[in-house]
Protein backbone atom coordinates (compact mmCIF):
# COMPACT_ATOMS: atom_id res chain seq x y z
CA UNK A 1 0.00 0.00 0.00
CA UNK A 2 2.70 2.28 -0.22
CA UNK A 3 7.12 2.55 0.65
CA UNK A 4 8.95 3.96 3.67
CA UNK A 5 12.25 4.34 4.73
CA UNK A 6 13.48 3.92 8.26
CA UNK A 7 16.70 5.56 9.46
CA UNK A 8 18.73 4.94 12.48
CA UNK A 9 20.13 8.47 13.66
CA UNK A 10 22.72 6.96 15.79
CA UNK A 11 22.84 10.29 17.52
CA UNK A 12 24.25 9.92 21.11
CA UNK A 13 25.08 13.05 22.37
CA UNK A 14 22.15 13.92 24.97
CA UNK A 15 22.43 17.74 23.66
CA UNK A 16 21.63 17.00 20.52
CA UNK A 17 17.97 17.89 19.50
CA UNK A 18 16.98 14.14 18.03
CA UNK A 19 14.40 16.52 15.34
CA UNK A 20 17.39 18.44 13.88
CA UNK A 21 19.39 15.35 13.34
CA UNK A 22 17.11 13.90 10.37
CA UNK A 23 18.40 10.99 8.40
CA UNK A 24 15.28 11.03 5.94
CA UNK A 25 15.00 14.13 3.53
CA UNK A 26 11.96 15.88 1.66
CA UNK A 27 12.78 15.35 -1.89
CA UNK A 28 9.25 16.56 -2.82
CA UNK A 29 5.69 15.64 -1.62
CA UNK A 30 5.80 12.19 -3.36
CA UNK A 31 9.61 11.88 -3.20
CA UNK A 32 12.13 10.83 -0.11
CA UNK A 33 15.77 10.44 0.49
CA UNK A 34 18.14 8.53 2.57
CA UNK A 35 22.16 8.79 2.73
CA UNK A 36 24.73 6.67 4.34
CA UNK A 37 28.15 8.16 4.43
CA UNK A 38 29.89 11.59 4.24
CA UNK A 39 26.43 13.53 5.09
CA UNK A 40 27.85 16.92 4.25
CA UNK A 41 28.10 15.29 0.38
CA UNK A 42 24.51 14.00 0.92
CA UNK A 43 23.11 17.65 1.82
CA UNK A 44 24.70 18.40 -1.22
CA UNK A 45 23.57 16.20 -3.49
CA UNK A 46 19.41 16.23 -1.48
CA UNK A 47 19.50 19.84 -2.51
CA UNK A 48 20.16 19.37 -5.93
CA UNK A 49 17.41 16.89 -6.32
CA UNK A 50 15.18 18.95 -4.52
CA UNK A 51 15.96 21.73 -7.39
CA UNK A 52 15.71 19.77 -10.03
CA UNK A 53 12.06 18.56 -8.56
CA UNK A 54 10.65 21.99 -8.02
CA UNK A 55 11.52 22.93 -11.76
CA UNK A 56 10.84 20.34 -12.85
CA UNK A 57 6.90 21.18 -11.08
CA UNK A 58 7.32 24.18 -12.34
CA UNK A 59 8.34 23.65 -16.16
CA UNK A 60 5.64 20.72 -16.52
CA UNK A 61 3.26 21.27 -14.10
CA UNK A 62 3.78 17.85 -12.84
CA UNK A 63 5.68 15.55 -10.18
CA UNK A 64 9.22 14.29 -11.33
CA UNK A 65 8.97 10.55 -11.62
CA UNK A 66 11.78 9.27 -8.76
CA UNK A 67 13.78 7.75 -11.41
CA UNK A 68 14.56 10.59 -13.07
CA UNK A 69 15.53 11.92 -9.81
CA UNK A 70 18.13 9.00 -9.12
CA UNK A 71 19.57 9.40 -12.54
CA UNK A 72 20.58 12.73 -11.93
CA UNK A 73 22.05 12.15 -8.79
CA UNK A 74 23.80 9.27 -10.01
CA UNK A 75 25.23 11.18 -12.72
CA UNK A 76 26.47 14.03 -10.77
CA UNK A 77 28.33 11.28 -8.42
CA UNK A 78 29.66 9.55 -11.67
CA UNK A 79 30.96 12.85 -12.93
CA UNK A 80 32.74 13.33 -9.84
CA UNK A 81 35.16 9.48 -10.36
CA UNK A 82 36.25 11.67 -13.67
CA UNK A 83 37.70 14.61 -12.42
CA UNK A 84 41.32 15.73 -11.62
CA UNK A 85 41.18 17.82 -8.54
CA UNK A 86 37.72 16.23 -7.00
CA UNK A 87 36.98 13.78 -5.16
CA UNK A 88 34.28 11.40 -5.56
CA UNK A 89 31.36 11.89 -3.49
CA UNK A 90 31.66 9.65 -0.68
CA UNK A 91 27.97 8.72 0.03
CA UNK A 92 25.20 6.12 -1.01
CA UNK A 93 21.98 7.18 -1.48
CA UNK A 94 18.48 5.58 -1.19
CA UNK A 95 15.33 7.33 -2.87
CA UNK A 96 11.97 6.12 -1.91
CA UNK A 97 9.01 7.57 -4.17
CA UNK A 98 5.24 6.70 -5.99
CA UNK A 99 4.75 7.02 -9.28
CA UNK A 100 1.01 6.20 -10.93
CA UNK A 101 0.32 5.20 -7.22
CA UNK A 102 3.13 2.48 -7.02
CA UNK A 103 6.13 2.17 -5.49
CA UNK A 104 9.69 2.73 -6.65
CA UNK A 105 13.04 2.21 -4.37
CA UNK A 106 16.06 2.81 -6.13
CA UNK A 107 19.93 2.89 -4.46
CA UNK A 108 22.76 4.26 -5.71
CA UNK A 109 25.83 4.16 -4.57
CA UNK A 110 29.74 6.36 -4.13
CA UNK A 111 30.23 5.52 -7.87
CA UNK A 112 27.08 6.47 -9.75
CA UNK A 113 25.95 3.36 -10.17
CA UNK A 114 21.81 2.98 -9.53
CA UNK A 115 19.52 0.34 -9.26
CA UNK A 116 15.85 -0.69 -8.26
CA UNK A 117 14.86 -2.58 -5.53
CA UNK A 118 11.99 -4.17 -3.25
CA UNK A 119 13.65 -3.55 -0.02
CA UNK A 120 17.16 -2.60 0.97
CA UNK A 121 19.76 -1.22 3.54
CA UNK A 122 22.64 1.17 3.36
CA UNK A 123 24.91 1.99 6.02
CA UNK A 124 26.11 0.40 9.19
CA UNK A 125 25.12 -3.63 9.23
CA UNK A 126 23.81 -2.92 5.66
CA UNK A 127 25.13 -6.46 4.58
CA UNK A 128 23.74 -8.00 7.98
CA UNK A 129 20.22 -6.22 7.56
CA UNK A 130 20.29 -7.25 3.37
CA UNK A 131 20.71 -10.73 4.52
CA UNK A 132 17.67 -10.81 7.21
CA UNK A 133 15.48 -8.68 4.45
CA UNK A 134 16.20 -11.79 1.83
CA UNK A 135 14.95 -14.02 4.56
CA UNK A 136 11.95 -12.16 5.48
CA UNK A 137 11.01 -9.94 2.80
CA UNK A 138 7.25 -10.80 1.45
CA UNK A 139 6.11 -9.19 -1.81
CA UNK A 140 2.95 -6.66 -1.49
CA UNK A 141 3.48 -6.35 2.07
CA UNK A 142 1.13 -3.49 3.94
CA UNK A 143 3.74 -0.34 5.30
CA UNK A 144 2.63 -1.42 8.85
CA UNK A 145 4.09 -4.94 8.66
CA UNK A 146 7.21 -3.78 6.80
CA UNK A 147 8.02 -1.21 9.39
CA UNK A 148 6.96 -4.03 11.52
CA UNK A 149 9.81 -6.42 10.13
CA UNK A 150 12.54 -3.67 9.56
CA UNK A 151 12.20 -2.77 13.57
CA UNK A 152 12.59 -6.43 13.94
CA UNK A 153 15.43 -6.87 12.15
CA UNK A 154 17.23 -4.03 13.44
CA UNK A 155 16.61 -5.03 17.24
CA UNK A 156 18.15 -8.31 16.11
CA UNK A 157 21.16 -6.53 14.52
CA UNK A 158 21.82 -4.13 17.33
CA UNK A 159 20.66 -5.85 20.22
CA UNK A 160 21.21 -4.36 23.81
CA UNK A 161 21.88 -1.34 21.94
CA UNK A 162 18.60 -1.03 20.27
CA UNK A 163 16.53 2.06 20.84
CA UNK A 164 13.62 3.32 19.21
CA UNK A 165 14.24 7.08 20.37
CA UNK A 166 17.21 6.60 17.46
CA UNK A 167 14.87 5.98 15.07
CA UNK A 168 12.86 8.22 11.90
CA UNK A 169 9.97 7.03 9.90
CA UNK A 170 8.84 8.63 6.77
CA UNK A 171 6.17 6.66 4.75
CA UNK A 172 4.38 7.57 1.39
CA UNK A 173 0.79 5.82 0.63
CA UNK A 174 0.25 5.18 -2.78
CA UNK A 175 -3.16 6.01 -3.07
CA UNK A 176 -2.49 9.40 -1.53
CA UNK A 177 1.34 9.70 -2.85
CA UNK A 178 2.56 12.42 -0.09
CA UNK A 179 5.22 11.98 1.98
CA UNK A 180 3.96 11.49 5.75
CA UNK A 181 7.02 11.72 8.51
CA UNK A 182 5.80 9.81 11.77
CA UNK A 183 6.48 11.25 15.28
CA UNK A 184 8.48 8.96 17.96
CA UNK A 185 5.14 8.52 19.75
CA UNK A 186 2.96 6.94 16.83
CA UNK A 187 6.43 4.39 15.82
CA UNK A 188 5.07 2.28 19.18
CA UNK A 189 2.19 1.78 16.76
CA UNK A 190 4.15 -0.01 14.33
CA UNK A 191 5.53 -2.49 16.15
CA UNK A 192 2.24 -4.11 17.80
Known amino acids: D ?13 LVIQQSANKIYEIDSHIIASAAGIVSDARVLIERAQVVAQQHRI ?19 QQFTQF ?3 RPFGVSMMLAGVKDKKPELYTSDVTGNYFSYYANAIG ?7 EKLREKYRPEPNIKKGV ?18 RFELVYIKNEEGK ?4 VREDLDEFIK
Open 124 to 130: ENDEKIK
Open 84 to 86: GGA
Open 148 to 165: KIALEIFKEIQGKNFDLD
Open 59 to 77: TYDSPIEPELIIKEISNIK
Open 179 to 182: LKRV
Open 2 to 14: GIFILADRRVKDK
